[in-house]
């Protein structure tokens, strides 16, 4: 097995908090190793172009705090073609990198897949705010998106209690509901609206009634953007029924600010350990959390299986919302 000399990094698809500290901790764990280090720029479309800088000890300081990631991503429709699979492996053998950890979601690893068939080891690192990345607990971002939601939900619910309003608040995920689904348990939500579980508006305005006859006069609901516009909502539920909702979407300042502790602690420890793995001569994996325990496992989990919301955190939200 060859030694390990020059390892790559990359951040891919949407920005999430906590990326920056994954890119420190791989950095400067490589470093660590007498490895030498490169960033790719701008994800899978800069690997495309050799958009290659190396990256020092002292390069990734002062940004473990920082939100967004000072690789910057990008989409790439260009790597969906074998031909630019092939050009991207190519760029990176031929600038002697023999590793690459990917810092991104689902997409962003199969991407990685490709390189790992045409003689690139890869290691991906779950980072989404979505956290629909199966095979891990938890993804960097995600506890910080919560935070962030939570706080203007709070600050609406103060205005909803004001002036005994109905607010319809709209979080992002498009395919998932994990985040819609902590925000309506940590806010006191009346209701969740998510991409996986069928939606009734009839259901909907029966909650809402039965708040209602209980002596609630506000109500929040968190809707899922995947599910449906918040505005479309609010025009079904005044057609329905007669509420007079407001509507807030939240939209990417979700995925903005400072990461939160748990944020920079997992990407700590998941850019470590995608070193040691990498070091070891492992290819294909990625960095899970599993029961508070780093593990590494095939990067194929993340789209072969499925990840499902908890039933029991919906449970939660039909008992205490009302």
């Keep these: 097995m060859a030694v390990m000399k020059k390892i790559a990094i990359l951040t891919s698809g949407g920005d ?17 190793k007498d490895m030498e280090v490169v960033g790719v720029m701008r994800g899978f479309e800069g690997l495309l172009d050799g958009d290659f800088r190396p990256l020092g000890a002292r390069d990734v300081g002062g940004i473990i705090h920082r939100g967004g990631t000072i690789l910057q991503t990008a989409r790439s429709t260009r790597f969906m ?13 031929d600038a002697g990198i023999q590793g690459l950890a990917v810092i991104g979601g689902g997409g962003s690893f199969q991407g990685a897949r490709e390189l790992q068939k045409r003689g690139v080891a890869v290691a991906g690192i779950p980072g989404t705010i979505d956290n629909d990345i199966a095979g891990t607990e938890l993804a960097i971002g995600f506890r910080t998106a919560v935070e962030t939601a939570l706080d203007a939900v709070m600050r609406l619910r103060d205005t909803a209690s004001s002036h005994d309003r109905l607010f319809i ?43 209602r006859k209980k002596g609630k006069t506000h109500s929040l609901i968190i809707l899922a953007e995947g599910v449906m516009p918040a505005q479309e909502l609010r025009d079904r539920i005044q057609d329905t029924a007669g509420y007079d909702a407001r509507v807030t979407v939240l939209g990417h300042i979700q995925r903005g600010g400072s990461p939160c502790a748990v944020d920079i602690i997992l990407a700590s420890r998941m850019g470590s350990a995608a070193v040691e793995g ?19 496992r095939n990067l194929s989990v993340s789209w072969e299986t499925k990840k499902y919301l908890d039933p029991e955190m919906m449970r939660l939200v039909g008992v205490l919302g009302v």
Aim: glycine content about 12%; hydrophobic content about 50%.
């Design 278 to 296: 990498l070091i070891s001569g492992r290819g294909g994996f990625m960095t899970s959390l599993a029961d508070s325990t780093i593990e590494l």
């Design 81 to 93: 073609e074998h031909q630019w699979q092939e050009k991207a492996a190519g760029n990176l053998l």
């Design 16 to 32: 999430s908090p906590g990326m920056n500290a994954a890119i420190r901790a791989v950095a400067r764990s490589a470093i660590a």
């Design 169 to 211: 608040v709209e979080v992002m995920g498009g395919r998932s509901g994990f985040l819609a689904l902590d925000v309506a348990v940590a806010g006191g939500a009346e209701a969740v609206i998510v991409p996986e579980v069928q939606f009734s508006l009839g259901r909907l305005i029966d909650r809402l009634h039965e708040a």
